[in-house]
């Protein structure tokens, strides 16, 4: 069963430093890894989606790697605002014909500090 | 693309209540997903449809759980005789392929009294 973690769970930055978020899954064997944005009692957000056969995907100020051999995966969000408050979640699909579900971290919570 | 739609918003009843929910993919998605998520998890897999079958279910899905898809359009999920441990964030997303982005609703609230 393929099991994610998110380190760390809490996160608290000033304004403009860059934030590195963290996750790892423990079966490699995934077809696509996604990165998630929830706000507080709010639906999920796609920020970005990394196929297993790439490296790396950006949008704007969000660049999110893949170690698919390692199994971690890298958020990196440059010069942060107070409006990247949020929790981030990161989930996996395996990698098998039938398997249709996203395997997702707990996620880390996000505060931003102006 | 008006998105996924979710409703109820919220959802309050009491123990032992039928509840159902209903889920309005993107148009030219075929694929739909159901997800629940209690409080500081990430949310769960519950079901899956490709157009109008029911493809997987997790064993999370008991015999309380039902979902339907009729005519590969819309979904409903059912909840028969609530339980305290039912309350939870349903969460509905839907797919053009199998290895495109999940796009999720807004969610249901489910608080069972």
């Known amino acids: 069963k393929q099991e994610v973690t998110q380190i760390p769970a809490a996160l608290s930055v000033p304004e403009g430093e860059n934030l590195v978020l963290n996750c790892s899954f423990t079966?490699?064997?995934?077809?696509?890894l996604q990165w998630f944005r929830q706000d507080p009692g709010k639906g999920l957000t796609s920020l970005l989606l990394?196929?297993?056969?790439?490296r790396e995907q950006t949008s704007g100020r969000l660049n999110a790697s893949l170690d698919k051999s390692s199994g971690r995966s890298t958020l990196y969000i440059a010069a942060s605002q107070p409006g990247d408050s949020a929790t981030y979640l990161c989930a996996v699909r395996g990698r098998q014909l039938d398997d249709y579900k996203l395997s997702f971290g707990a996620g880390t919570t996000v505060t931003v500090r102006a | 693309d008006t998105g996924v739609s979710q409703n109820p918003r919220h959802k309050i009843t009491k123990r032992g209540q039928n509840v159902t929910f209903r889920c309005d993919p993107i148009?030219?998605?075929?694929?739909l997903y159901w997800y629940r998520q209690t409080l500081g998890q990430g949310p769960e897999f519950l079901t899956y449809?490709?157009?109008?079958?029911?493809?997987?279910k997790s064993r999370l899905l008991s015999d309380r759980f039902s979902a339907e898809r009729p005519k590969g359009s819309f979904s409903t999920l059912e909840i028969q005789r609530t339980e305290q441990g039912d309350s939870a964030m349903y969460l509905c997303a839907s797919s053009y392929r199998l290895d495109r982005t999940q796009y999720f609703g807004p969610g249901t609230r489910l608080t069972v009294l």
């Open positions: 148009s030219e998605h075929n694929r």
């Open positions: 079966d490699s064997a995934i077809y696509n």
């Open positions: 990394i196929q297993s056969s790439q």
């Open positions: 449809f490709q157009n109008e079958a029911q493809l997987e």
